[in-house]
């Protein structure tokens, strides 16, 4: 998804910042409100997600998400598929073009549902080679009953609670390691929204 506007104050280069974390965290909305808030206060901005508007995201959302469980290598193989085709043919034009982007899930996604299956991280980490390092990665943390009870429709084949469990474990992991930095997400909207902006604009500040 791509929402551009009027021409905005560029920043001197592309910012790449990822929304994550499990299944109702919120992070749809959020990227959405930081993409705007952003936009306030000068920068320009677009939004994308995955698994992306392409040919094989499109393939991953209708047939693999709201089908039959495939193996989770398989998932793994075609989620990074999705990944080098959304890098190159929307992320990395916007990036040269100066534009900050806001990424409704990442790389961290494949290493903690993937992972959280007991497929090696180190394996998922080697398939994913080509993928660039966000600026910013920030995960939405929500206890998965909350999470799940904000879903709306028909739940994928990764929204199970016992999964969701273990997904959240996994990304609590990526932030201990310092790859990702938590933002309490079962709050007030606008107390979320205020805490990720803080942190975007935070870094802005110190490296734009």
Known sequence: MIDEQAELLPVKKGF?????????CGKSLHSRILSDELRREGYKTVRTTEPSNGIVGQFIKSAILQSRKVSPEIEVLLFAADRFDHLNREVLPLLERGIIVISDRYVHASLAYQGAQDVSVDWIR????????????????????????????????????????????????????????????NGPIGQV???????????????G
């Open 126 to 185: 080697q398939v994913n080679s080509f993928a660039i390092k966000p600026d910013l990665s920030i995960y939405l943390d929500v206890r998965p009953e909350i999470g799940l009870r904000r879903k709306r429709g028909r739940p994928s084949v990764l929204e199970t609670l016992e999964l969701q469990r273990k997904v959240r474990d996994a990304f609590l992991t990526l932030v201990a390691s310092g790859e990702m930095v938590a933002v309490d997400a």
């Open 16 to 24: 790449f910042f990822v929304l994550d974390g499990i299944d109702g």
């Open 193 to 207: 929204k205020r805490r990720i902006l803080s942190l975007a604009l935070d870094f802005l500040k110190h490296t």
